[in-house]
């Protein structure tokens, strides 16, 4: 394995899914062609360095999924990484270089900058959640509003900001919902129904009302989900619960009330914004070229 895969590895995603996301990008940029404007502007012979370089304040994510993109258009490029995924970096600071032919690094500079970029965004959004809340003892957590095909990679850039990750699939955790819970009838029955089909599965069950709650509660729920509480009514459902369930805030969240919302005692705040709305990080590639 390469040390590129084994960064990759080591930072919980699958080297090989990686590779193959962003092949497909790079497709997806060269549609079956050439760069038709490097191949005419850019020496085949020319080598030099390019500069990638944060134009803004944040939280940097994807480092390695970019050297990834690098490596795929040319095996002559070398990527250096500068700055580390969660590092908290400054406008102007460096955080890669890839040397080697000039025209490989241009054909690559914006499929590279895209994922980082993005990826960086979600990043630096899911800090400012987490600094909002520090001292709380409530974490913020994502959600499935993901990009399709991009939610390893957007779960990955959350925990680097400091996030955690709820279910990455319908198979691995239940979240009883309104619509089953209309669809089974009740709470109770919706909870008896998961729990009979899935014993082992970890269950949370959304919860409207604090009657909800209470139904919740009376099954056996060890996680509750409550939608669009206000702080009065989160604060109530937090007395109500006890300490017998852990309970996540979703629903209307805005950053400026995160931490009255975390300080009524609630474990998480659920954050869909944190992958489907975050601004990317302006980062760019800045060429040097060789003397």
Known sequence: M?????SIRAAGLDPDAVRSLAAAALAEDLAGGVDVTTAATVASSECGRGDLVARAPGVVAGLPIAATVFALVSSELKCLPVAADGDQVHAGQLLLTVSGPVGPILTAERTALNVLCHLSGVATLTRKWVDAVAGTGASIRDTRKTLPGLRSLEKYAVRRGGGVNHRMSLSDAALIKDNHVAAA????????????????VPLEVECDT???VAEALAAGADLILLDNFDVPGLAAAVRLADGRALLEAS???VLESARSVAETGVDYLAVGALTHSAPALDIGLDLVRAS
């Open 2 to 6: 390469t040390e590129l895969a084994q």
């Open 185 to 200: 009838g009740s709470v109770a029955a919706a909870f008896a129904a998961v729990r009979a089909r899935a014993p082992g």
């Open 210 to 212: 604090l009657d909800q």
């Open 251 to 253: 629903g209307g969240l």
